[in-house]
């Protein structure tokens, strides 16, 4: 009876090490997991600080955008097909804002706010990557090959953001966001450039040739 019992105890005592031994392991996949997960989004983030740039957006519908930012300017051209069909221009400065229709050849002019696409992608980069600690528990991050760029492949586990952001390992710059549903869409950055816009890049549009529309 009593050698029945302490091999029943000598087992719970293997059965407890073994239970430790195992939590020890995933407590220490968890560390490696939120270290490299950290590292890697504050290592994107950095990217957040750049004051000149240029790159275009494509997406899957023939739709495309040219953004140039310089020093607290913006000015974005919008394309269908390869046709320019509207230029955006945004003083972050003066809080003036320009939107102009090529078809109509309007004007709208605005001190309420930023032209829609201003600073896209800087934009999305910010939803991604806000809060990093809370990003850094709740996102797969793997590396995956696109258009034989590497690029870091960020999955929220959880939360609102339906898409997969990809960045490139090189630059940290974001280079694809993928739509994540039933069909799968892409809409890639590319053609990024740092440091070469000018000051005529992003020079306030002249209007002279539009039908200026006030919008308080």
Partial sequence: MEENMEKREKKNRIGFKILGVIVLILLLLVIIHFIRNYVITCSLIKAKDITN???????????????????????????????PIGIEWYDDNTKESISI????????????????????????????????????????????EVDGVECYRLQPITG???????????????????SIGRIKRFTNFINWKINTVTDEDVARPDLSNYEIIENE
């Fill in 160 to 178: 609102a953001i339906g898409a997969a952001y990809y960045y490139s390992k090189e630059n940290k710059l974001l280079t694809s966001i993928q």
């Fill in 53 to 83: 740039y240029s790159y275009t957006l494509v997406d899957d519908d023939g739709f495309s955008l040219d953004s140039y930012y310089k020093d607290s300017r913006y000015l974005g051209i919008t394309k269908t097909n390869d046709t």
């Fill in 101 to 144: 229709d090529l078809e109509n050849s309007t004007a709208t002019v605005s001190n309420s706010g930023p032209a829609g696409f201003y600073n896209f992608a800087k934009s999305l980069s910010d939803q991604m990557l806000s809060n990093k600690v809370n990003r850094t528990f709740n996102t797969f991050i793997t590396t995956e």
